[in-house]
């Protein structure tokens, strides 16, 4: 006897791996149907935060959904960037208004008054810290140069050289930079 997959499910699977987000491509390369995602949220299995993107309202929140839904309203090849990635460790006391995200071309997606795109000018390296991609801390850290001040910038490269976001060689090169 074959057991039915029910779709609601499905979505729920992928939003537990996206902090209660999934997006219409994701559920559709899973086999959900585009045409049950409105139709689970009609039925308040779904919530509808954007075009294309749903948020499964009984997972829990966390500290990072905001994050991860500006990158989701961005698009794909988003990453944060600047004063975020500091925000998203809790380094140099920031707590910007905005979530700074970046694209790699350029995009016109309507946003809320919460993110903050811009275009990336050159290639840049990125990671993925909670799942989340990101400009490396070490870069983030020196694009904040001129925004924040040097010695807190200073003390968010030491904390996160406690905490293993920064390695050897990426600690020396912030700290030179920071100091000249």
Same mark, same amino acid.
């Given at each position: 006897?074959?057991?039915?997959?029910?779709?609601?499910?499905?979505?729920?699977?992928?939003?537990?791996?996206? @902090?209660?987000? +999934?997006?219409?491509?994701?559920?559709?390369?899973?086999? +959900?149907?585009?045409?049950?995602?409105?139709?689970?949220?009609?039925?308040?299995?779904?919530?509808?935060?954007?075009?294309?993107?749903?948020?499964?309202?009984?997972?829990?929140?966390?500290? @990072?959904?905001?994050?991860?839904?500006?990158?989701?309203?961005?698009?794909?090849?988003?990453?944060?960037?600047?004063?975020?990635?500091?925000?998203?460790?809790?380094? %140099?006391?920031?707590?910007?208004?905005?979530?700074? +995200?970046?694209?790699?071309?350029?995009?016109?997606?309507?946003?809320? %008054?919460?993110?903050?795109?811009?275009? %990336?000018?050159?290639?840049?390296?990125?990671?993925?810290?909670?799942?989340?991609?990101?400009?490396?801390?070490?870069?983030?850290?020196?694009?904040?140069?001129?925004?924040?001040?040097?010695?807190?910038?200073?003390?968010?490269?030491?904390?996160?050289?406690?905490?293993?976001?920064?390695?050897?060689?990426?600690?020396?090169?912030?700290?030179?930079?920071?100091?000249?």
């Amino acid at each position: 006897m074959a057991v039915k997959v029910r779709y609601r499910d499905v979505v729920r699977e992928i939003a537990l791996d996206h @902090y209660g987000y +999934v997006t219409t491509k994701e559920a559709t390369e899973a086999g +959900v149907p585009a045409v049950e995602l409105p139709k689970l949220a009609a039925r308040g299995g779904l919530e509808n935060v954007s075009y294309g993107l749903y948020r499964v309202p009984d997972i829990p929140p966390t500290d @990072y959904d905001q994050f991860a839904e500006a990158l989701l309203r961005a698009g794909e090849g988003a990453y944060l960037h600047g004063e975020s990635v500091l925000a998203l460790f809790g380094l %140099a006391e920031v707590n910007p208004k905005q979530i700074k +995200v970046a694209v790699p071309r350029r995009a016109r997606p309507k946003l809320p %008054a919460f993110v903050e795109l811009t275009q %990336a000018r050159d290639a840049v390296r990125t990671t993925l810290y909670e799942g989340l991609k990101a400009q490396r801390v070490a870069d983030a850290i020196l694009e904040c140069r001129g925004r924040i001040e040097t010695e807190r910038l200073l003390d968010a490269a030491r904390q996160a050289r406690k905490e293993g976001l920064l390695t050897t060689a990426e600690w020396q090169r912030v700290r030179k930079a920071l100091r000249s």
